[in-house]
């Protein structure tokens, strides 16, 4: 008997775990209702290699996250492997790192990205909304307004590179108090 309650449970933690998602995603604050479509198509061969966070909403999965970078490359697929790595606490604090896979959204220009870190349970919207002509710097969202990556090559581009993005985010529309800074190690 147990053993069968163990197999029914074990059937449902995907649809409980899906359930929170969407609950923790309502309580979040939207600090875009009106997220604007990517403004640029995205060359993904230059989009590839590692991008250092220099702010971003603050989200449960990323709490007490600095030093935080993520790192594309192109599968053999066609679909592009997400390696994201925070460090608990401080810059040079233990490394956590989180794995996933991307698949571009056909007719997007290669700007928005479903991704998937939990396999098929959970695939989420990535969408570049904005990005140097160099490759220098992104802006990246979702349609929800909820949540807000602010990306660049250098992990200590200077303060007037940082508050640039930070103007162009809110051309964009969102809410620029919100940004929580992303501390990154120097170099």
């Known amino acids: 008997m147990s053993h069968q309650r163990f197999g029914v449970l074990h059937l449902a933690l995907p649809a409980l775990f899906a359930i929170g998602a969407i609950v923790g995603c309502a309580a979040r604050p939207v600090g875009n209702p009106r997220v604007p479509e990517p403004a640029k198509q995205v060359d993904l061969q230059r989009y590839l290699g590692r ?17 935080v970078t993520a790192e594309y490359s192109l599968r053999n697929d066609g679909l592009i492997d997400v390696l994201n790595t925070c460090r608990a606490g401080a810059p040079d604090g233990p490394a956590r ?91």
């Open 51 to 67: 991008w250092y966070e220099l702010g971003r909403y603050e989200v449960g999965f990323e709490r007490d996250c600095e030093g």
């Open 97 to 187: 790192s989180a794995k996933a896979k991307a698949k571009v959204v056909a007719g997007s220009g290669n700007a928005k990205l479903k991704v998937s870190f939990f396999g098929p349970f959970y695939v989420g919207n990535y969408w570049v909304l904005d990005h140097a002509d160099d490759y220098t710097w992104s802006i990246v969202g979702e349609p929800s307004g909820t949540y807000l990556w602010i990306l660049h090559r250098d992990p200590t581009p200077g303060e007037a590179a940082k508050a640039a993005l930070i103007g162009r985010a809110r051309e964009l529309g969102f809410d620029t108090a919100m940004i929580r800074p992303t501390r990154q190690p120097p170099i």
